[in-house]
């Protein structure tokens, strides 16, 4: 009758009478402990030879033994305690003394709990070994749980949190707009809607910009059954954000300096230059002029990058060849004696994605650097790379020690360069996710490098 009733349990169980052999026992115990036989086999088997037997299998195999006969002499009731097998399954044992007909017997009951145990580390990994602040609500926003997270960001204890309404926390406190927003985030979420806006809330020792969320979580029937707020902080996020407003801001105000108060005088004397040349000839106007063709430049140069440097429009396939024939014919019309040479076919019908306008940016600035340092009779090689394409010319050149610095806004070694044209090549390459390089070319003279530039079609 016992044996039957212990069949119909899902877990390990067995009674022992009381010389400590086996009075009844189930076929789910001998699985367990991988005990050969049928349950009637092991009747009145010795239950302290079975436990040495099985001992092996468990971490602290001594400690097994040890524990089963002092729980056996104390006759204390345990429940579930932990007990680590060597290919780390975990069980649980409950004890209870008994008092049978013929005196005192024992039953023991042995659980695998190896899948609930995992589940538990996942649980664990997945709420509290995270910098994500969650936490678990009831749809009238009771607090049922919050993770490690939300405790220590707030210095709070579980037990002052759970079975409080999520707003009425310290963290919502700093202000009642920020109480307002919370309480609103849970009454839309219980209604079905998932709701997602920044909140500031207020830990034990400062104030933190959170990306918030409070989804709901629905039975079958679609009913909101629990509501999972979670978040992240975006603190230094939002400082860096406000922290290139605030740069692009005095970009603006430069921009707005250089394309006003700076141009208009400047437009004003290359006119009264011209009106000055059609009336006399003097060897100084020649020198002006190129003064303020220098400072026009200037002007350009940096109001480019204040405005347009960083950023760039749309993509599109660009032909490589035509783009560096446009940006050659521009820059050398004043240089009649450079040449631009190609160092291979691979221009012909290379297309690359690109955006046009600042692709011709970047090569004119190093076509003018070309010729700024090489004098009118360089002679500039573009030529391509598997990821990409260079430029180089037969000019001085420049030191290795001093080819970091070029490309810092206002550097030049030429007294006609303006210190903008190789920071701009800079800028347009980082704006594709291009990389540029400086090295010697095999003429001595400068060669960049523009690399991590994708070519989608070419000449087979």
């Not at 022992?16 to 009075?23: H, I």
């Not at 195999?61 to 524990?67: A, L, T």
């Not at 450079?338 to 690109?354: R, V």
């Not at 990821?387 to 007294?415: K, Q």
């Amino acid at each position: 009758m016992l044996s039957t009733l212990f069949e119909t349990l899902p877990v390990g169980v067995v009674a022992e009478d009381s010389d400590r052999n086996v009075l009844a026992v189930n076929d789910h115990l001998l699985d367990l402990f991988e005990l050969p036989g049928a349950p009637e086999d092991v009747h009145g088997a010795d239950c302290v030879q079975m436990a040495e037997q099985v001992s092996d299998m468990f971490v602290e195999s001594n400690r097994f033994v040890e524990r089963i006969n002092q729980l056996v002499s104390d006759r204390e009731p345990t429940d579930n305690e932990q007990l680590v097998f060597h290919d780390d399954r975990i069980f649980e044992r409950d004890y209870r003394p008994v008092e049978l007909p013929d005196g005192d017997g024992h039953l023991w009951v042995y659980k695998d709990i190896s899948e609930q145990d995992e589940q538990r580390r996942r649980y664990e990994a997945v709420f509290n070994q995270t910098y994500q602040f969650t936490g678990l609500l009831e749809p009238d926003g009771t607090v049922l749980e919050a993770n490690d997270t939300v405790l220590e960001f707030g210095g709070l204890d579980r037990d002052e949190v759970v079975g409080q309404n999520m707003w009425e926390l310290p963290l919502f406190q700093n202000s009642q707009a920020t109480r307002d927003r919370a309480q609103s985030a849970v009454e839309r979420a219980a209604d079905g809607d998932f709701v997602h806006h920044e909140l500031r809330l207020q830990g034990t020792d400062r104030e933190a910009i959170i990306d918030f969320s409070v989804r709901p979580v629905t039975d079958e029937q679609g009913s909101v059954r629990f509501l999972v707020p979670e978040g992240h902080e975006i603190t230094d996020r939002k400082e860096h954000e406000r922290a290139l407003q605030r740069e692009r801001d005095r970009l603006d105000e430069f921009a707005g300096v250089l394309s006003h108060d700076l141009r208009n005088p400047l437009n004003l004397a290359e006119a009264r230059l011209e009106f000055v040349q059609e009336e006399c000839d003097s060897e100084h106007l020649p020198v002006i002029e190129t003064a303020l063709d220098r400072m026009d430049r200037l002007t350009e140069d940096a109001l480019w990058l204040a405005r347009e440097g960083r950023e760039i429009g749309s993509l599109d396939a660009v032909v490589l060849h035509d783009t560096i024939d446009t940006a050659w014919n521009i820059v050398a019309d004043n240089a009649s004696h450079a040449e631009l040479h190609y160092a291979d076919d691979g221009f012909s019908t290379a297309t690359i994605e690109a955006d046009d306008d600042r692709l011709g940016r970047l090569l004119e600035n190093l076509f003018r650097n070309a010729i700024e340092h090489g004098g009118n009779e360089v002679t500039v090689t573009v030529g391509t790379m598997d990821d990409g394409f260079y430029v180089e010319d037969d000019g001085p050149g420049l030191p290795e020690e001093r080819r970091d610095s070029v490309f810092t806004a206002g550097y030049s070694t030429s007294e006609d360069g303006t210190g903008f044209g190789l920071s701009i090549v800079k800028q347009v390459a980082e704006a594709h996710g291009w990389d540029v390089g400086l090295t010697e070319s095999e003429a001595g003279g400068a060669r960049f490098d523009i690399t991590g530039v994708e070519t989608t079609s070419t000449d087979e």
